[in-house]
Every structure is written in structure tokens, then in C-alpha cells.
């Protein structure tokens, strides 16, 4: 589905991206862990577009995109959920779910409302929100919102950029929980997460990533028993275990 081979990438002359490589199965739900700085959402940004690779390859689907931009990467089907939620404050859930869906407008009245029925039933909750403004919604909900947005597009790769970042555990399970199924239903997902406990628990492959290079790569399971990734990322309950 996405792989990234020798990805270089930055800000002028900031160097942030150190010849990155990495690959998501079709299917797979793939997690990037890392401190504030490693570079994560720089990696996310370059997959997208938003910021140009100086160096490397990243090929979607067979097709290099490393040059194309961003709207054009959308349409070959990859969307991202960023990190903060971005949702436009101003306009309804439902406007918003619309504006998500623009890849898919050609296909007609039905396919757009199939697609919202789809999210309504992933997020119940946006259903009963329907109508209220996006600036108005709980952080758990606009990130509902966030991600329902991404789905209207009906990508191949769904990329999610610190989705539990501010929300209460509770509604962190919940946002995980959704993940997984988006897994079950046949949808590809790259996972950026601080929360790395989170993140390797539903995924099935991880990466480490550290100042702008992956230092460690491997099924979820074996990084969670890493004790070098249990120091740095996992917390002392862990580390016990």
C-alpha cells in the first residue's frame, strides 16, 4: 500500500527527515512512536504534500507521489486526520462530513449519502450532532468528526496524527476501539501516536522514530516487550511486566 524508501525532508535549511524507510501492508494498522521533535507529523506532512521530499521515494499504491501535491495525493486515495482535529468550527457536522467527500461528489446524491450514513454509524454520536457547529463539540467529538471527515473520501490509506492527544481515557478507548475496526472493515491505517501502549496494542507493525531516523522497527508485540522501547516510551508499569 505506502512505501517510503531513503525519505529526506525539512524546513529550509532543518534538516528533518534522515533517510527514512518504512512500508504499510494492505489491511495492516501501522504505528510510528516517537517523543515531541522526532518528526513524526513532518513525515505525515511529507507523505501528504504539505511539506516537499528533498530526497527519496514514497510510492501509494505502485505510484510515486513524492512529487505530486497534496489534492492530487487525496485523490489517489490517501487522507490524513491531523493532528489537533482542524475541524472547520463555523460549519455543521454534516457540512463538514460533505466537505470530506469531495474526492467522491462525481459519483452522485446516493454514494454521498451512503457515505455520511457510513460515519454516523462508525460515530453515533455525530448523528445527534448533525446539525450543531464543529467549534461546539467536545475534543472527543471533533476528533470523531476529524476522522469520519478523512473516511468521506473513502481513502485506501488513512494516515492519524496523535489522535488521543487532550481527550479523557475514556474516550481514548473508544477512539482505539474505532481503529480497530476500521482494520476489520479492510481499511489500511499509519498511526501516529505519543501514546505508545495505545498505539502497539492494536497495531500489528511499529516503528520507532527519533530524531528524524527509525531506530527500531518490528511486530507491536515484540516492541511493547522491548525494554529499551518500555524506558523510553512505555512507563515504569510496564516496565516491570
Given at each position: 500500500m505506502l512505501r517510503i524508501k531513503n525519505l529526506e525532508a525539512g524546513y529550509g535549511k532543518l534538516r528533518v527527515l534522515k533517510r527514512i524507510s518504512?512500508?504499510?501492508?494492505?489491511?495492516?494498522?501501522?504505528?510510528?512512536?516517537?517523543?515531541?521533535?522526532?518528526?513524526?507529523?513532518?513525515?505525515?506532512?511529507?507523505?501528504?504534500?504539505?511539506?516537499?521530499?528533498?530526497?527519496?521515494?514514497?510510492?501509494?499504491?505502485?505510484?510515486?507521489i513524492e512529487t505530486l501535491k497534496a489534492e492530487k495525493i487525496v485523490f489517489r486515495g490517501?487522507?490524513?486526520?491531523?493532528?489537533?482535529?482542524q475541524v472547520f468550527a463555523t460549519m455543521s457536522v454534516r457540512e463538514n462530513l460533505v466537505l470530506g467527500s469531495y474526492v467522491q461528489h462525481r459519483q452522485g446524491k446516493e454514494q454521498l449519502r451512503e457515505g455520511i450514513e457510513y460515519i454516523y454509524d462508525l460515530f453515533p454520536v455525530l448523528r445527534e450532532r448533525k446539525a450543531q457547529l464543529a467549534g461546539t463539540l467536545s475534543g472527543g467529538e471533533q476528533q470523531m468528526l476529524a476522522m469520519g471527515r478523512a473516511l468521506m473520501a473513502k481513502p485506501a490509506l488513512i494516515m492519524l496524527d496523535e489522535p488521543s492527544t487532550g481527550?479523557?481515557?475514556?474516550?481514548?478507548?473508544?477512539?482505539?476501539?474505532?481503529?480497530?475496526?476500521?482494520?476489520?472493515?479492510?481499511?489500511?491505517?499509519?498511526?501516529?501516536?505519543?501514546?505508545?501502549?495505545?498505539?502497539?496494542?492494536?497495531?500489528?507493525?511499529?516503528?520507532?522514530?527519533?530524531?528524524?531516523?527509525?531506530?527500531?522497527?518490528?511486530?507491536?508485540?515484540?516492541?511493547?516487550?522491548?525494554?529499551?522501547?518500555?524506558?523510553?516510551?512505555?512507563?515504569?508499569?510496564?516496565?516491570?511486566?
Open positions: 518504512l512500508h504499510v501492508n494492505p489491511g495492516e494498522i501501522v504505528t510510528l512512536i516517537g517523543a515531541n521533535g522526532a518528526g513524526k507529523t513532518t513525515l505525515l506532512s511529507t507523505i501528504t504534500g504539505l511539506v516537499r521530499a528533498t530526497a527519496g521515494e514514497i510510492v501509494l499504491k505502485g505510484q510515486n490517501c487522507s490524513l486526520v491531523p493532528e489537533g482535529r481527550l479523557a481515557p475514556l474516550v481514548v478507548k473508544n477512539i482505539f476501539r474505532i481503529i480497530e475496526r476500521l482494520r476489520e472493515e479492510g481499511n489500511t491505517v499509519l498511526l501516529i501516536e505519543q501514546n505508545a501502549k495505545a498505539a502497539l496494542k492494536v497495531a500489528d507493525r511499529g516503528y520507532v522514530l527519533e530524531t528524524g531516523k527509525i531506530i527500531l522497527e518490528g511486530q507491536a508485540d515484540e516492541l511493547l516487550a522491548n525494554r529499551d522501547v518500555q524506558r523510553a516510551y512505555l512507563g515504569r508499569d510496564v516496565k516491570e511486566n
